[in-house]
């Protein structure tokens, strides 16, 4: 019978080889027009470009580093906030401690040289 599994007839049979190769040629004929497209894009795009026709496209690495910029700002802000605190507390500890001992100036003193230190080192 021929080629075709599903031809009948020998007429039917030439009319599917016809179908499948219109189909073939359609296809190859999209594949070469994709091609052309993809390779002559670039070139077309810098000459509208130039010629006034497109806009160039807007560029994202300033979006970027004002996001890093922001970022860094309030990372910063926040340690310096945290750093306030801590040391508000921290001074405010000592003072109380320094009003409340009985003991001796000498030893208060050698006593808050030790808190001190303690505290700078963690």
């Known amino acids: ?5 599903h031809a009948t007839t020998p007429t039917k049979e030439a009319v599917d ?56 700002a309030m990372g910063g802000a926040a340690a310096y906030v945290w750093y306030r605190q801590r040391t508000e507390s921290i001074g405010e500890a ?10 001796e100036p000498e030893e208060r003193n050698r006593a808050l040289t030790e808190e001190l230190v303690d505290s700078v080192s963690r």
């Open 1 to 5: 019978m021929g080629f075709s599994r």
């Open 17 to 72: 080889h016809f179908t499948q190769g219109v189909n073939s040629l359609r296809n190859a004929g999209y594949a070469a027009a994709r091609g052309t497209k993809d390779a002559a894009a670039p070139k077309v795009n810098v000459v509208l470009t130039k010629v006034g026709l497109r806009k160039p496209p807007a560029r994202k690495w300033p979006w970027v580093l004002g996001a890093i910029g922001a970022g860094l």
């Open 94 to 103: 000592l003072l109380t401690d320094e009003l409340l001992d009985d003991t």
